[in-house]
């Protein structure tokens, strides 16, 4: 699982790839950190490499909204496939991020 | 006599007019007979009086008239010597005596035979009257013809031969001359030698008579009837009579008692007043022959011996009261008429607000009960019959207003108590059977209120592959009891939400009813937990009847009683298990059951029920329907005619379970560390594809597992303990089951309440997720706590 964040046209662009199960959740969890600095920029979560995700990964996901909410910007996410779009619905989620 | 009554009883103002009319036409009959009665004996008195002083006239005149005649022709006979002599003097003699007196019509010297030798035998000098002129004329009558004269002929004059004063003869007609009715006065003339040689006469027409009496009489009315000494008529109404008729003989003749008593007396020279009521037209000639009462007056007139009378008809005489009385009568009628028309035009004028009353009074009984009664300007009985009236309508309306609203308070409770029983009854599971897609449990329940509304329950749902049930009796009946039975339906379903073990559901259940527990209800409770793979029940048991378990022959299940729910908080409630073998089935009730009463009061009791549930079990019917539909016909033949005492409730669960065989197992044993999850992945992907689940449900077991484990490496050990956990996965034909078991502390992730995923980020909480996932993933997740492990089991169906 690998995540990496980019910038791309003013705004913050972070991809995911691969299986956000729990035990990749805490490497994630660090390396979505610089994401708190996203002041001026709204974020993007681009999970059209995602494979997987489960509730930690969503909790992740909960924090940035939170965090970027707390400083007035938006979090969009882009590129869910069918099987984390089901997830999202599940729990809802989808309800809570503006896709792209 | 219908119309009488009719009359009498339709109107007042008739009946009053009637009535006064009736009573005054009485009273003045009776006076006006009284009165009349006066006056007709004044009348006659008066009458009697009038006819007395005209009988006393006409005597006075008839007398004086003679007794002039007498007078005169005694004088005349007293100096008639000289005249008498001479032949021709005697006319001197005469023409003196007949000039000074009017009434003598003839005056008449009857000289004996041969008197004057020259003249022949006979000699009567006359000088007569005539009628009509007054004059004078002398004749002389003497001659065989006249042999009234002669001493030969059985006549007169041998009367007046033998008297020796003056003689008043009969009354005779005179045939000779005027053909009138006469009477003669003679007195006879004495020679020398004292021996009678003439008869001086003077014939009295009776004419006068008949003026004298008809001038007297004293009304026009009366009849005049003259009767001579020899019974003949004098005078009568009926000229023809006189001197023709003897008076005596035509009362003999007419055989008239009375009548002839009356002219006995006359002829007795007697006087007096009779009445004769017959026929009376002899006496009053012309007169239609009736017969009337006849009054009549008579007296005597001694000098020529007549009897005079009057005669009164009683009518003529009653002629003037009896048209009074007509008079009066018919004045009495009309005034009377008038005063009836009047009496009921007051009458109905005064009686009209009564009507108007009566009318309004009718009209506000339709209904309309605003309607304003007449107003009434007087102050009597009326009125306040009208303002009783009034009062009454007013409370009556009120009464009716209240009466109105207590009925629709009454109805609207009827139809909420109807509504309250319907909400109840919707509140009991009826839909049977409510799992038909399940193969592993039968359930059938029935409920059968005594009152609109009760206060048995009974209860179940499946939760994670449990069956939770209970049932529950509320002490009392009626509305109380159904709405703590409401509240203790809820409750159960609250807490079985996030509490598996019955004795907690229960404690719960108590602490929250006994602490509102003002009127001190309090439930009868059974609550079971059913974990339906592997027939284990967990039960609690508040003060409720044992159920009964029908399978492996009938028995009651062993219950500790403990109290019932709602007495006293924080008491321990005991936790029991049992296990179920497949095709068993759970008998539940209320004392409605075992308390049925008949007629007698005699009670169904728990023999019966057993006898019941004997008889199912050898026929081996022993399904939920079949045992309640025993039970509900052996009650109901038992009850009979006896009304229902209490509710009656049923509940029967039957485990039908089949073992199914096993296709693929396998298991997985990892430590409680996260780093150990993508070792999920593989297995869960080796299970799914052995049922050949497509990629999108084996990617969404495989979440559910993670989650589901990650939760048991979370909080199944204490922090920083290492742990195992052990995962297995199971196929049968119908379904792949994964179970989770850790040997860490209790821990129920079905316990935890639902995640609410419409609240938005803000108000999420973080955690609660995972659980969330599983159950949304997996068909049935199903926890149990065994031997001292968390066993946690997530099927899904194939």
Redesign the interface.
Known sequence: MTTTIQERDGQLVAVFEG?L???AA?QTEKDLQPLESCEGKDIILDCTTLD?I???G??LF?NV??MA?AKGRQVFISGMN??IR??FT???FI??FELK | MKFLNKILNDSVATRTSLLVFVLITIIMLTGGFYQMKRVRDVVADETNRQAGRAMDGVLADIDSRISNVETAVATAAAFADRDTQDESLCYELLYRLISKNNDIAAATLLYRDSFFPNLGRYYAPTVTRDPQTGELAADEIGGPDNDFCYIETDSNWIYTNLLEEGYWCLPYVDSMSTKRAMVTYSVPLYDAKDSIYAVLCADVALDWVRDIVEDAKPYPYSRVIVLSRDSQYVCHPEPEWIQSVNVIDQATQMQDSDFLNLASRMLSWKRGTDTLQENVTYMTPGDKAHDESTIVYYAPVPRVQWAVSFTMPESKIMEQPNLLWRSMLILLVVMLVLISIVLNLVVRAQIWPLKQLALATQEIAQGHFDKPLPRIHTRDEIRNMRDSFEEMQTSLSHYIDELQASTAAKASIQSELKVASEIQMSMLPKLFPPYPERDDIDIFGALTPAKAVGGDLYDFFIRDEKLFFCIGDVSGKGVPASLVMAVTRSLFRTISLHESQPDRIVTQINNTLSNQNESNMFVTLFVGVLDLPTGRMRYCNAGHDSPLLVGDGVGFLPCDSNIPAGVMENWKYTLQEASIDPQTTIFLYTDGLTEAEDINHGQFGEQRILAVAEEVLQAQQQTPNHIIKMMTTAVSNFVGEAEQSDDLTMLAIQYTKHQLAIRYRNELIITNDVKEVPRLAEFVEEACETVHFDMATTMQLNLALEEAVVNVIDYGYPAGTKGEIHIEAQANEQRLKFTITDSGVPFDPTAKEEVDTTLSAEERPIGGLGIHLVRQIMDSINYERLNGHNVLTLRKKI
Do not use: H
Request: proline share 0%; hydrophobic share 35%; glycine share 4%.
């Open positions: 299986r199960d729990t035990a805490v997987y489960s509730s930690s969503l909790r909960l909204l939170k909410k069918n099987d089901n997830v599940m729990t809802g309800n809570l």
